[in-house]
Each structure stands twice: as C-alpha cells, then as structure tokens.
C-alpha cells in the first residue's frame, strides 16, 4: 500500500536514506520486497525539522518519488535531525497533492501505512467524531488524514500513545456498529520534532511490517569504517516499512500490536490496546 520511514539523529541529507541506501524508498517506490504493492507510485512527501522549536517543512507532490527530479535536488540539500518521507500506493481515495503523507498540524506530523476497510460507509461517522475546532483544518479524503485528526482530537499533543490508543479504539467501535469486521490495518508515525512515536497494529493481528534500527553504538563497533553509520551518531534511531540496506544486526522487526517512542537516543516499546474513550 505504501512505505515509510522516519529519522532522528544527527543532521543528515535527506538523500542519505531516500536514494542512497541499497533498498531506498526510491528503490522501494519501484521494487518494495515486502509491501502489499510492489509498486507505490501515487505520490510522495517528505517532512522535516529545522531550527528547534519551528514547525516543520512539507514538500508533498502526485509525481512518482522515482520521477520527480525536485525531490532528487530536495533531499541532496536538505539537512536535518528529524524527517519522515512517505511514497504512497492509493487505495480508494484520488491521486491528489493534499491526500499525500505527510499530513501536518501545528508541530506535528503524521505518517501511515494500511487502511480502514468499508472507509466510505465509516467515514461520515469518523468524521463526527472530530474535535470540531480541527475539523476545517482537514484538507484531504483520506483514511489517513482521519486517523491523524481523531488522534489530535484525543489528546495527540499531549499523550501520543494513548491518542493513538483511543484513535483505534473509536474506528473499530464505529466499524463493530456498522457490521465492518477486522476495520483497521495500520503502521503509523507521528512525531513533534522532539520524539518519533511509531505504532504496529491491526484489528487481524496481521499488520504491515515495521521495522527499527538496532543500537548505532553497537553498529559503530562491528562496522567502524562505514560512512553511513558514521555519520548518523549513536544515538540515531530509523523506523521504516522495510529495511534500506542488507546489513547483518542493522534491523529488529517491531512486533504485533507495539508502540515505539524514541526521543533523545532513548527508545522504549510498550504493548499497544485500542481503547474507547470514557
């Protein structure tokens, strides 16, 4: 369906990840191993952060990521210490600028890989369930962009994993009233520039792959004399859809049903539950 990755460590070139890599999400965006689609060609974005405290940068566009000669130009000259790009495959929702990922609120930015099965008969409902203050910020017709909204509505910016949290827990409550079995398949990512907040879920237990970075302490030792390890520091953290590069201890597979929260070098994973909200 789609594939993303996000970064926090030392400033690096946005290219560094996004076509330099072995498996690249520009080589992803062509010959994904391990996506529903090997093709993901209906859009990119990327996000970044710049100086602290800024809201972040989104340059999003409906080219093919392997066609798009700016994003090459973009990424060789962008530097930062936090980014998520995205490529996306559509699913039922049109090939357009302000359906592409990253979707952006504030300090916030939202990254996801999945779906909401039955989304046009869940949709009016979901959308009801909006913070009404947030509703006109709403700019596509995505599945996705509802999630990221229903989460700011239930407390995003304040407690991240238990927004996320009650965010499953309203889909599969509305989904359970309409009679729509197994309602949400989802790898999601969201992040305010400080932590990088990575979740592995679906109503099946069958999610997406997800993937995380292993210590780049521990890789610093093992390979002492690569320039894309060395680069990043050691407390640099990836989480991504599929790994970049064929590197032995490079990569853990995130498991079912988990939360992952990185900030500052340190990253923690806890049990993921959809919860409704009281």
């Given at each position: 369906m789609?594939r ?5 460590g030392?400033p690096?070139?946005l ?7 072995k498996?690249?999400?520009?080589d992803q965006?062509?010959?994904s191993?391990?996506?529903?689609t090997?093709?993901n ?6 996000g ?8 972040p940068?989104?340059?999003?566009s ?5 066609h ?8 060789r ?13 559509a699913t ?7 359906n ?12 996801h890989?999945g ?22 910020a709403?700019?596509?017709s995505?599945?996705?962009e509802?999630m ?12 991240p994993?238990?927004a996320?949290e009650?965010?499953?827990?309203r ?5 359970a ?9 989802m ?5 305010d ?11 099946e237990?069958?999610s997406?792959?997800?993937f995380?970075?292993?210590s780049?302490?521990?890789l610093h030792?093992l390979?002492?004399?690569?320039p894309?390890?060395?680069?990043v520091?050691e ?6 859809s599929?790994p970049?590069?064929d590197?032995?201890?490079a990569?853990?597979?995130?498991p ?5 929260v990185a ?11 959809p919860?409704v909200?009281?």
């Open positions: 789609c993303w990755l996000a970064y926090t030392n690096i070139q290219e560094t990840v996004v076509f330099r890599a498996h690249s999400l520009i965006s062509l010959h191993r391990m996506g529903a090997t093709t060609g209906d859009g990119f974005g990327i970044w952060y710049g100086q602290p405290h800024e809201a940068f989104l340059y999003r409906v080219s093919p990521a392997w798009d000669r700016n994003l090459r130009e973009a990424a000259a962008i530097r930062s210490p936090l980014f998520i790009a995205h490529i996306r495959a039922e929702t049109p090939v357009q600028e302000t592409c990922h990253p979707f952006r609120h504030n300090r916030w930015l939202f990254a890989n779906l909401i099965r039955d989304f046009h008969a869940l949709r009016r409902d979901l959308m009801l369930s909006i913070d009404p203050a947030l509703f006109g709403i700019e596509g995505t599945d996705s509802v990221f909204y229903l989460a700011l509505t239930y407390g995003l910016e304040q407690q994993v238990a996320l009650r965010m499953a827990g889909i599969e409550q509305i989904a009233g309409h009679g729509v079995e197994n309602p949400l398949n790898t999601v990512c969201a992040t520039g400080e932590q990088v907040v990575a979740v592995r879920y679906s109503s237990h069958q997406r792959t997800l995380h970075s292993t780049f302490k521990h030792e390979y002492p004399h690569d894309r390890i060395s680069a520091g407390d640099a953290f990836l989480v991504l599929e970049l590069v590197l032995h201890d990569w853990e597979a995130i079912e049903s988990t939360a992952v900030r500052r070098g340190s990253i923690t994973q806890q049990a993921f539950a919860r909200r009281s």
